[in-house]
């Protein structure tokens, strides 16, 4: 199998892996905490704008897998000002309360473009450089492949830390599970760093390989 070939299943794995688990966080979301008259109020807390939907319409373009790298950063960049130090926990709330996304929808997201979610330490790490190879070799093609199985295995390991859905139940308090949950974004934060690593080297080993670029 070809390096072209073998990274284009790997991502149609990921991407319907991811798909499958947006689907899974939604459905256990919804049977664990049931929408109750509180959740509906009669005046809606925000109204989106013309712009919002115009965003919205784009961000959700990025959830078909579709978008190549260069659109998906006009997108993000269009949607979140980079005067603004964005957190994973803000990109998150803004996705959900401004543009409709489902906590599935988001997680598929950030899995889908980790490179482009503009998360602060992102702003504050200087890019470290990048390696170099001769064109086709046989050194930067494993390179690659490695770096798509470890795509993969990270994509797995983020998929096993969420199969058992924990609940406040099983903390002491609630005080307990929300530090539980403000730790769980900071691992995901630092998944979302891990991927950004592995796509950006894949970019640059894709160059030396035939057909890249």
């Not at 579709?66 to 006009?74: F, G, K, R, S, V």
């Not at 539980?180 to 796509?199: C, G, M, P, T």
Request: glycine share 2%; aromatic share 10%; with cysteine.
């Amino acid at each position: 199998m070809t390096i072209s070939k073998y990274a284009q299943k790997e991502e149609e794995d990921c991407f319907n892996s991811a798909r499958i688990r947006a689907k899974q966080i939604d459905d256990w979301l919804f049977n664990e905490y049931p929408p109750t008259e509180e959740d509906f109020p009669t005046e809606m807390k925000y109204i989106q704008t013309p712009s919002d939907k115009k965003d919205e319409r784009l961000l959700r373009q990025l959830l078909t897998g579709n978008a190549t790298n260069e659109q998906a950063d006009a997108i993000m960049k269009n949607t979140f000002s980079d005067l603004i130090k964005w957190t994973l926990e803000d990109v998150t709330e803004h996705l959900v309360h401004v543009f409709n996304f489902t906590p599935g929808e988001v997680d598929l997201l950030i899995e889908r473009y980790p490179m482009h979610i503009p998360t602060h330490t992102q702003t504050m790490r200087r890019q470290a450089p990048m390696p170099t190879f001769k064109k086709n070799s046989e050194r930067v093609i494993n390179y690659a492949q490695n770096l798509w199985k470890a795509r993969k295995e990270l994509n797995e390991t983020k998929k096993l830390l969420s199969t058992t859905a924990l609940s406040p139940d099983d903390y002491p308090n609630q005080k307990a599970f929300d530090s539980a949950v403000a730790e769980r974004l900071n691992i995901n934060s630092a998944f979302v760093d891990i991927n950004k690593y592995i796509d950006a080297q894949l970019e640059n080993a894709h160059q030396y390989i035939q057909g890249g670029g």
